[in-house]
């Protein structure tokens, strides 16, 4: 199995920045995908961004240049530096691993980015 931990998340003003970390453990391969999601009250999960093998990347049409995903395969880890952050931002941030190996999408806990004045 493999199992994702988010952190960073937390209250932040129209502007400003937060990074967040994933920290997975389990068989994650580098041709894995790795990313970000969230999730608003309401609202249907969506893609943040996401790293894919050979350092590809892609990303929501909402992030509009201001967040950056970066990966790091040795420590299996995957971050998510979110800047001029936005009210509409304002959701629980889920890490996500698919892997080929179980041929499944894992998860984790999720962390609240709450944006406001």
């Known amino acids: 199995q493999v199992q994702l931990v988010e952190s960073g998340g937390g209250l932040v003003q129209p502007g400003g920045s937060l990074k967040l970390s994933c920290a997975g453990s389990g068989i994650i391969r580098n041709f894995d995908a790795m990313g970000w999601y969230r999730q608003a009250p309401g609202k249907e999960r969506e893609l943040v961004a996401v790293s894919s093998s050979g350092g590809g990347t892609k990303y929501g049409d909402f992030v509009k240049g201001r967040f950056t995903i970066s990966r790091d395969n040795v420590k299996n880890m995957v971050y998510l530096q979110m800047n001029n952050l936005k009210s509409e931002d304002t959701a629980v941030y889920y890490c996500?691993?698919?892997?080929?190996?179980?041929?499944?999408?894992?998860w984790g806990q999720g962390t609240q980015v709450t944006v406001s004045s």
């Open positions: 996500n691993v698919r892997s080929r190996l179980y041929e499944a999408d894992y």
